[in-house]
């Protein structure tokens, strides 16, 4: 072997006339490959006055003296230009980008951060869960104007399913302030914190029909009204100019179908004896309903007072019109409202108990359907092991194609003989924001006119 593996340098003959000769070669290349730094690596021909000692690398497709040295080391030495031809591994930095290269085997690659490093930490210590860490006074994203990139700029956080969170959270002094994001489903919520523990929602924005909601306003900014005239209370229309109701008054808005009846059933009595007062107990079914739309736990008085109303027994007759097969079970329609102008965008609402047999919400493509505030995918079937329920519809017309009334918001469907309770309907104009928690009594214009 006469050359080193590595870099090539020759080797002293034991009996070598002029050894001084190979050694010089040797220290000429050792000059020009270790602590490999060169002036550029843009040049396809030489320059024209170069410095003793200038190394550069060679472009693509050179000429003049560097004609065939594609990417190699081109060095001024001597007076002369030598060549090197780098190894895999090989770093070299460039003066004119300031940037460091690394030779690949085939290419001088930008010499970064592996593809992939479980973390890292810009003058701050990452750990297991902040695998990214830093410590600036300011953090700058920009557009791709180098590879050439497209002239946009996006930042992507990913969560695996809706029940988890992505979201951006504000800190003071490593305690939690604000927050914005997906947190806990698709719907983008903004919140605040005035210690990191007790958090409040200032803003939601429903995934699914861009409603703009804000749980913490002002009463007067989500107040709403009820446009029937009895206020859902089924105590007369318009409704009753007191808490009283003394008597049960079907609503003329509803219609029955198939044989189905209407009739009286539990009564909301004010003050009543089940929650400490003195007039008189309450049914089951009211009692479960109340139970439902108020916070009976933390205050016994949210279900002693309040207006008085009725809920309406619904018996499904045994015609056999309009059959909706879901889940494997025909029905037939029970219930249906009249046919009078609305609004493209309304919001329509109801409580309803099945006492017995079964019930069920055939959904429409012009609306939303929400139960017990969660938006339904597909019709549903509905039985007495559920026991209250909500129903919303947002009505979802495009006011051009859309031909003023819908008679389809109320309508529901039940096996022959089947008994269901409904309360509290609602129909209010534009769209109301869907919570969690259900809406109550929903009071009407005409008590206070």
């Not at 009334?405 to 022959?416: C, E, L, N, S």
Request: proline share 6%; hydrophobic share 40%; aromatic share 10%.
């Amino acid at each position: 072997m006469s050359n080193t593996t590595n870099l090539q340098l020759p080797y002293l003959a034991a009996a070598q006339a002029q050894k001084h000769v190979t050694l010089n070669e040797s220290l000429r290349n050792l000059d020009a490959i270790v602590q490999l730094a060169v002036v550029n690596r843009t040049l396809t021909a030489p320059p024209a006055s170069p410095l003793e000692g200038d190394r550069h690398i060679v472009a693509a497709s050179p000429t003049g003296a560097w004609a065939g040295r594609d990417l190699e080391i081109a060095a001024w030495q001597d007076g002369a230009w030598m060549f090197y031809q780098p190894r895999t591994g090989w770093v070299a930095w460039c003066a004119a980008e300031s940037v460091a290269l690394v030779w690949n085997g085939s290419a001088w690659d930008n010499l970064g951060l592996a593809g992939s490093v479980d973390q890292l930490g810009i003058n701050a210590s990452a750990d297991a869960t902040n695998k990214l860490a830093v410590k600036s006074d300011a953090t700058f994203f920009t557009h791709d104007d180098v590879t050439p990139g497209s002239g946009n700029h996006q930042m992507k956080i990913n969560k695996s399913a809706p029940g988890n969170t992505a979201s951006v959270l504000f800190q003071t002094n490593w305690s939690g302030r604000a927050e914005f994001g997906l947190a806990g489903d698709d719907d983008w919520h903004v919140k605040v914190s005035p210690d990191g523990g007790a958090w409040r929602e200032a803003l939601v924005v429903d995934s699914q029909t861009g409603v703009v909601s804000f749980p913490q306003a002002p009463v007067t900014a989500n107040m709403m009204f009820n446009l029937f005239k009895d206020a859902g209370r089924f105590a007369g229309s318009p409704e009753p100019n007191s808490i009283a109701a003394a008597a049960f008054a079907a609503p003329t808005y509803l219609s029955t179908n198939n044989g189905s009846t209407f009739a009286a059933g539990d009564r909301f009595i004010d003050d009543n004896s089940t929650y400490g007062g003195s007039a008189g107990p309450l049914g089951t079914d009211v009692d479960g309903l109340i139970q439902k739309i108020r916070n009976t736990v933390s205050n016994p008085d949210y279900g002693r007072y309040g207006p008085e109303f009725y809920i309406m027994e619904i018996t499904a007759g045994a015609g056999t019109g309009s059959p909706q097969i879901i889940a494997a079970t025909t029905y037939y329609l029970a219930l249906t409202n009249m046919n009078v102008p609305t609004w493209a965008k309304a919001t329509f609402g109801f409580n309803i108990k099945v006492k017995s047999g079964s019930a069920a919400i055939a959904l429409h493509g012009a609306r939303n359907t929400y139960l017990d505030g969660t938006r339904q995918a597909a019709s549903f079937a509905l039985a007495p092991a559920d026991g209250w329920k909500q129903v919303v519809h947002q009505l979802d017309h495009e006011p051009r194609e859309f031909i003023g009334y819908d008679q389809d918001v109320f309508r529901i469907f039940a096996t022959p003989g089947s008994q269901i309770a409904l309360a509290l309907p609602f129909h209010i104009p534009g769209w109301a924001p869907v919570l969690p928690n259900p809406y109550g009594l929903i009071g009407s214009l005409e008590a206070w006119r």
